[in-house]
């Protein structure tokens, strides 16, 4: 399994970007799939995912409302669309995928790295002020 993100930048508070992740080895469907971020001097945050279980998305209480989570089962890609950015959702971005299925409640409860067993190499979002 490989996961590759990207679409980071520099966006000014109040803009949007829209963060890919290219998945190759993986079936979607039998994966738990997540977007983590970390800022500098933080531990590294669950923003929003979804469980092998699970219908829909979830979403961290941070970015609810203005983020949203898209799988494309034809690219094999999914997606992260940030809006109305804050300076606050500065950090590097990370896609994961992990194929156990896990006792929870909500992906949420996944919130730890050895949760997900792929990662992404990260993608870094600045938002200035």
């Known amino acids: 399994v490989q996961l590759q993100a990207s679409g980071g930048g520099l966006v000014q508070a109040g803009g949007s970007l829209r963060l890919s992740c290219a998945a190759s080895g993986l079936t979607f469907r039998s994966y738990a799939m997540g977007w983590f971020r970390q800022a500098p001097g933080k531990e590294r945050e669950i923003v929003s995912c979804?469980?092998?279980?699970?219908?829909?998305?979830q979403y961290g209480d941070s970015v609810k409302g203005r983020f949203t989570f898209t799988r494309d089962y034809t690219t094999n890609a999914f997606y992260l669309q940030m809006t109305n950015l804050k300076p606050e959702d500065t950090a590097v971005y990370y896609c994961?995928?992990?194929?156990?299925?896990?006792?929870?409640?909500?992906?949420?409860?996944?919130?730890?790295?050895?949760?997900?067993?792929?990662w992404g190499q990260g993608t870094q979002v600045t938002v200035s002020s």
């Open positions: 994961a995928a992990d194929p156990t299925v896990k006792a929870v409640s909500s992906c949420l409860q996944l919130r730890l790295p050895y949760d997900y067993a792929f």
């Open positions: 979804i469980a092998n279980t699970e219908k829909w998305m």
